[in-house]
């Protein structure tokens, strides 16, 4: 059973930069089956995807956050990193790390997710 | 991108009724359509994928429909664990994935 768990700080100070981890249990990110992903919602409101990352390192951003957000993987220890620059109060939600198949009968299905981390951004 | 249209925002239900909620795509998404359920201060749940397939340990209670681009959420007969908020979301043209806004389900 394919585990994702989330973490970081729950606080951040407007105009620093969030840290963000996803380990994985249950499975290797180096497979090629599979895009990890982060998704986030703030209070109340709906989920916005944020990007993946690929085994061979390829990522993809969504354009509306493309320019303040980088994701990474770190192999040997089996988990992705999300960081996010310039913050403000607007990104305050709660995080959350998946999994998305790459095998061809269920491309783009989004089949796993960690429990997500609420990230408040304040001075 | 693909807009993705659920309607209505909050249906009221009471237990044991049949609850019905929609998706609309902005434009052809094939059959490639999940549902997801979240409770409170939980993850969204997989439920509906494949516009039709439940995902394991769903109760058969709960189906899903398409026709073109408008999809169905069906929950035939409603029980206390069912009311939450509801999402669909396509993965037919992606990047991105988008996600419908959300259908609160209460009990009325």
């Known amino acids: 059973q394919v585990q994702l768990q989330e973490s970081g700080p729950g606080l951040v100070k407007p105009s620093q930069t969030l840290s963000l981890t996803c380990t994985v249990s249950?499975?290797?990110?180096?497979?090629?089956?599979?895009?990890w992903s982060w998704i986030r919602q703030p209070p109340g409101k709906g989920l916005e995807w944020i990007g993946y990352i690929y085994f061979s390192g390829d990522t993809y951003y969504n354009p509306s956050l493309k320019s303040r957000v980088s994701i990474s993987m770190d192999t040997s220890k089996n988990l992705f990193s999300l960081n996010v620059n310039s913050l403000t109060a607007a990104d305050t939600a709660v995080y959350y790390c998946a999994r998305v198949s790459g095998s061809s009968s269920f491309y783009g299905l989004i089949d796993y997710w960690g429990q997500g981390t609420l990230v408040t951004v304040s001075s | 991108d693909i807009v993705m249209t659920q309607s209505p925002a909050t249906l009221s239900v009471s237990p044991g009724e049949r609850a019905t909620l929609s998706c609309r795509a902005s434009q052809s998404v094939s059959s490639n359509l999940a549902w997801y359920q979240q409770k409170p201060g939980q993850a969204p749940r997989l439920l509906i994928y494949?516009?039709?397939t439940r995902a394991t340990g769903i109760p058969a209670r709960f189906s899903g429909s398409a026709s073109g681009t408008e999809f169905t959420l069906t929950i035939s007969s409603l029980q206390s664990e069912d009311f939450a908020v509801y999402y669909c979301q396509q993965y037919n043209n992606w990047p991105p994935f988008t996600f419908g806004q959300g259908t609160k389900l209460e009990i009325k």
């Open positions: 249950g499975g290797s990110i180096t497979s090629g089956d599979y895009y």
């Open positions: 494949g516009a039709s």
